[in-house]
């Protein structure tokens, strides 16, 4: 079993930044894939990043491109993502999550939330 947890969430304005970090533990098979994903209140939840451990490609939603740079270090320990430029519509719960394929659904964080005001 795969477990996730997030850390690195809190309240900036508009513009500022955050880095989010998720601690994977579980077994030696690590996952295929690594993302992020974030929901608002009233709102579905909605991917935002992700990344393929083996061959490291990345790939983003249209509203973060440019601005959310998702990493994993060299252990394959821990995921990133860096956010910059922040928006109050940014601001919403965001998960960590893991899969064997890549829908990256398997496994899921508990989720740190992030506040942007304006």
């Known amino acids: 079993q795969v477990q996730l947890v997030e850390s690195g969430g809190g309240s900036v304005q508009t513009g500022g930044s955050l880095r989010l970090s998720c601690a994977v533990s579980g077994p030696n098979r690590g996952p295929f894939c690594m993302g992020w994903f974030r929901q608002a209140p009233g709102k579905e939840r909605e991917r935002v990043a992700r990344i393929y451990t083996r061959s490291v490609g990345t790939v983003y939603a249209d509203s973060v491109k440019g601005r959310f740079t998702i990493s994993q270090d060299s252990a394959k320990t821990t995921v990133y993502v860096q956010m910059n430029n922040l928006k109050p519509e940014d601001t919403a719960m965001y998960y960590c999550?893991?899969?064997?394929?890549?829908?990256?659904?398997?496994?899921w964080g508990r989720g740190t939330q992030v506040t942007v005001s304006s």
């Open positions: 999550a893991a899969g064997y394929d890549a829908l990256c659904r398997d496994f």
